[in-house]
C-alpha cells in the first residue's frame, strides 16, 4: 500500500508573495462566468482560479488538483493571493463554468511587451511577424489508458496547436483540439481559425494545402511551407542565384503555377507562389549522403532566396517550445481531461513562458525555470538568479 502523503504546511508552500504582484493582470477576469449567479453566491472566481494554476505551475510542491486544494486552505495563501477557501469539488467544476478568452488576452498583452531577441539581421527584411505553426500530442499515458479502461470519450488524448513568434521567442495563440488530427481538430483546419494578418506562416509539410494557402493570403498575411516534390509546377520566371543563396544552398527558385490545370477537382493557388529548392543535408547521426532536396512554397517576392531557407529553419522553435512546455511547465499532467481545463492551464503555461521572457530577456529554458522556481520557493537568492543570467550570456 501506498504511503499517504503528508498534509501541506503553510510552510512548503513558497512563492506567494511574488505571485501577489501579478493579480492585477487578473483583476478583469473576476466576472467571467458569473452571468447567472444573481444572488453573487459564487465562492472560486475566474481570476482567483488562474492565479491558483500559476502557484501549481510555479511550485514544485503541488502536483495535482488535490495538492492545489490543500493550498486554498493554507491562510498564507488565501490572504496574499486573496483566493478563498475552496473545496475540491469547486475546482474540479470550475472549466464548465469559465472560459479562456480572457487569458488569450492576457497572452497578447504579456506578448506585445517583449522586444526582439538577438538574431540573424537578414530577417529584418521580412516585414510580417515570422510565426511558426505546428500542433503536438498532449499525452498521459496513465490518464489515457485509464479513460480507454472506463470507457470514456476521447481516449486519444488532446492536440495542443501554437503559433510561435520566432524572433521574440515567445508562444502568441493556441488551440486546443482532440487528439485525433481530423476534421475540426486537424492541423490546417485549426489554422484557418487562428489566423490574422501581417504574418508569415512557418509551416511543415502537415499543412500543405492550396487552398489554405489562399486562406492566408486572403488575411493579409505570407507562408513559407515545405511542400512536396512531386508537385507539378509551371515555371514563369526563373531567378538568378546570387552568391549568398548558393552558399546557403538553394538549388532553384522560381515563381510560377503550383499544382496541374487538369486537377480541377482541387483549388489551385490564386496567387503567383515561389519555389526556392535547397540542397538538403545529411543528418550528423543517421550519416549516409543527403536526403530529398527541401522544396519550398512562398509567397514572398521580395525576399532573397537564402533568406526564404533561413525563414524555415526557424521552424523548428516551436518545436523546441513543445519540449520545453511538456516536459518544464508541470503539463505532463493535466489539470483537467476537459477541454476547457487543458485550455485554461495551457494558457497560464504561456503566461509563465512569456513572465520568464520579461524578467530574462532570454527564452525560456529549462535551467532558467528551475532557478526561477528555486528563488521562489526560498531556495536560491536574487545574487544566484543574477548569476545565473549572466552565466547565460556567455554562451
Known amino acids: 500500500m501506498a504511503a499517504k502523503k503528508p498534509k501541506l504546511d503553510e510552510r512548503d508552500v513558497r512563492g506567494v508573495k511574488e505571485l501577489r504582484a501579478l493579480l492585477p493582470l487578473f483583476e478583469r477576469l473576476h466576472g467571467v462566468g458569473c452571468e447567472r449567479d444573481k444572488a453573487g453566491n459564487r465562492v472560486l472566481h475566474m481570476d482567483e482560479y488562474s492565479v491558483l494554476i500559476l ?11 488535490r495538492g492545489v486544494h490543500q493550498a486554498s486552505e493554507l491562510k498564507k495563501v488565501q490572504k496574499k493571493l486573496g483566493c478563498p477557501r475552496t473545496s475540491l469539488g469547486s475546482l474540479s467544476e470550475a472549466t464548465a463554468v469559465f472560459r479562456a478568452e480572457g487569458l488569450r488576452e492576457i497572452v497578447g498583452e504579456l506578448a506585445d511587451q517583449l522586444g526582439a531577441l538577438p538574431h540573424d539581421r537578414r530577417l529584418d527584411g521580412v516585414t510580417q511577424r515570422l510565426t511558426a505553426v505546428d500542433g503536438s500530442l498532449l499525452t498521459r499515458l496513465p490518464q489515457i489508458a485509464q479513460a480507454a479502461w472506463q470507457g470514456r470519450r476521447r ?26 488530427n481530423r476534421k475540426d481538430a486537424n492541423e490546417k483546419a485549426s489554422l484557418r481559425r487562428l489566423l490574422e494578418a501581417d504574418r508569415c506562416y512557418i509551416l511543415d509539410r502537415g499543412y500543405e494545402q492550396f487552398s489554405l494557402f489562399n486562406a492566408i493570403v486572403a488575411a493579409g498575411s505570407s507562408y513559407v511551407c515545405r511542400v512536396r516534390e512531386d508537385h507539378h509546377f509551371t515555371p514563369e520566371q526563373a531567378r538568378d542565384l546570387g552568391p549568398e543563396a ?10 510560377g503555377k503550383l499544382g496541374s490545370a487538369k486537377s480541377v477537382r482541387i483549388e489551385h493557388p490564386d496567387h503567383p507562389v515561389r519555389l526556392v529548392r535547397i540542397r538538403a543535408q545529411a543528418h550528423p547521426k543517421r550519416g549516409g549522403a543527403a536526403g ?22 526557424h521552424r523548428w522553435q516551436v518545436e523546441l517550445f513543445f519540449r520545453f512546455f511538456k516536459h518544464t511547465l508541470g503539463c505532463r499532467h493535466l489539470l483537467s481531461e476537459d477541454p476547457v481545463g487543458i485550455e485554461i492551464q ?20 529549462l535551467r532558467t525555470f528551475e532557478m526561477i522556481r528555486f528563488y521562489l520557493i526560498g531556495w536560491a537568492d536574487e545574487d544566484e538568479v543574477l548569476a545565473h543570467l549572466e552565466k547565460l550570456k556567455t554562451h
Open 292 to 313: 530529398k532536396d527541401l522544396v519550398l512554397a512562398t509567397n514572398l517576392m521580395d525576399v532573397p532566396a537564402d533568406v526564404v531557407a533561413l525563414i524555415y529553419v
Open 346 to 365: 495551457t494558457y497560464c503555461a504561456i503566461i509563465v513562458c512569456l513572465l520568464i521572457s520579461l524578467w530574462t530577456g532570454k527564452k525560456p529554458t
Open 246 to 255: 548558393i552558399e546557403a544552398g538553394v538549388l532553384e527558385d522560381a515563381v
Open 155 to 180: 481516449p486519444d488524448g488532446w492536440r495542443l496547436h501554437a503559433h510561435f513568434e520566432v524572433l521574440r521567442g515567445a508562444p502568441t495563440n493556441i488551440e486546443v483540439t482532440t487528439g485525433r
Open 55 to 65: 502557484l501549481f505551475l510555479f511550485n514544485p510542491i503541488l502536483t495535482s488538483l
